[in-house]
């Protein structure tokens, strides 16, 4: 009789062809974690999968997944599965930005934001988890935004689903306390990433901002918060003074403020 192999344990990370979710994918199979990782672009996976399994001894799978279609979460999960592996790390990377007036952006653009930013990101999580708590142990990552604190004219529904992000893994976390699993609210400020010019943000004021982080350092951050099990990390001193003055403002003039970060220079 032939005794089933025992799945093995890995990291999944979502929009892992590049920026800070290729940094965290390279984080967790420095640690020995076979990764999984998932995105749009196959070449750019393979890649990055080329590269991990090299360079760390690790397992390194790929998913090309579009997590603006709703039936992608469960699609992943199943694959995970079929491919003899188990999550016990996951990593809700993936996500887009939308600048401009809510009233004049296009609609569909608007519902595939919240598809890929919050309703995707819980799915996920969802079925992730019960596997977790089964074997206590697992660790959740969800990037989230320092935007997450604030209300975002010009970015008003990016801003949200950031601020859900922040919420709902605060709550989990506190759910979750005693079963060996965790779940980390990532939050940084301004990244030097392709993330700004994909949401159409060139020449905002935000870009002037001092104390920006480059990927690897937001990235190491969340890594280390999330291994310390941690239910939320802000990168950097800069921001993390900035979300305190704005908890410490009138909320009109956080609002008001940061309406002046997402404008363009000269406007």
Same mark, same amino acid.
């Given at each position: 009789m032939t005794v089933p192999a025992t799945p093995r344990p890995a990291a999944l990370i979502t929009g892992a062809s590049g920026g800070i979710g290729l940094e965290l994918a390279r984080l967790c199979a420095k640690d020995g974690h076979d990764v999984v990782l998932v995105a749009r672009t196959a070449e750019k996976l393979e890649e990055a999968a080329k590269y991990l399994a090299g360079m760390y001894g690790v397992?390194?799978?790929?998913?090309?997944?579009?997590?603006?279609?709703?039936?992608?979460?469960?699609?992943?999960?199943?694959?995970?599965?079929?491919?003899?592996?188990?999550?016990?790390?996951?990593?809700?990377?993936?996500?887009?930005g939308l600048w401009g007036l809510f009233g004049r952006q296009d609609m569909q653009q608007v519902l595939d934001l919240i598809q890929?930013? /919050?309703?995707?990101?819980?799915?996920?999580?969802?079925? *992730?988890?019960?596997?977790?708590?089964?074997?206590? =142990? !697992? @660790?959740?990552?969800n990037v989230a935004s320092a935007g997450g604190f604030a209300p975002g004219p010009l970015m008003?529904?990016?801003?949200?689903?950031?601020?859900?992000?922040?919420?709902?893994?605060?709550?989990?976390?506190?759910?979750?306390?005693?079963?060996?699993?965790?779940?980390?609210?990532?939050?940084?400020?301004?990244?030097?990433?392709?993330?700004?010019?994909?949401?159409?943000?060139?020449?905002?004021?935000?870009?002037? /901002?001092?104390?920006?982080?480059?990927?690897?350092?937001? *990235?190491r951050a969340g890594y280390r918060?999330?291994? =310390? !099990? @941690?239910?939320?990390?802000?990168?950097?001193?800069?921001?993390?003074?900035?979300?305190?003055?704005?908890?410490?403002s009138p909320r009109w003039l956080v609002t008001h403020l940061t309406r002046w970060f997402q404008e363009r220079k000269g406007t």
């Amino acid at each position: 009789m032939t005794v089933p192999a025992t799945p093995r344990p890995a990291a999944l990370i979502t929009g892992a062809s590049g920026g800070i979710g290729l940094e965290l994918a390279r984080l967790c199979a420095k640690d020995g974690h076979d990764v999984v990782l998932v995105a749009r672009t196959a070449e750019k996976l393979e890649e990055a999968a080329k590269y991990l399994a090299g360079m760390y001894g690790v397992r390194a799978e790929v998913i090309v997944a579009d997590l603006r279609d709703a039936e992608a979460p469960v699609a992943i999960m199943e694959e995970v599965g079929r491919r003899g592996l188990v999550v016990d790390v996951l990593v809700n990377n993936a996500g887009v930005g939308l600048w401009g007036l809510f009233g004049r952006q296009d609609m569909q653009q608007v519902l595939d934001l919240i598809q890929l930013n /919050l309703t995707s990101l819980t799915h996920l999580t969802r079925l *992730a988890l019960p596997g977790m708590v089964s074997r206590h =142990r !697992g @660790r959740v990552l969800n990037v989230a935004s320092a935007g997450g604190f604030a209300p975002g004219p010009l970015m008003a529904v990016y801003f949200a689903t950031k601020s859900y992000v922040i919420h709902f893994s605060e709550a989990i976390h506190n759910e979750l306390r005693g079963t060996g699993v965790t779940v980390t609210a990532l939050c940084p400020g301004p990244v030097a990433t392709g993330f700004g010019e994909a949401a159409g943000m060139q020449g905002v004021n935000l870009q002037a /901002l001092p104390g920006a982080l480059d990927a690897a350092a937001v *990235a190491r951050a969340g890594y280390r918060a999330m291994r =310390r !099990g @941690r239910p939320v990390v802000i990168p950097g001193l800069v921001m993390q003074l900035t979300i305190l003055a704005g908890r410490l403002s009138p909320r009109w003039l956080v609002t008001h403020l940061t309406r002046w970060f997402q404008e363009r220079k000269g406007t």
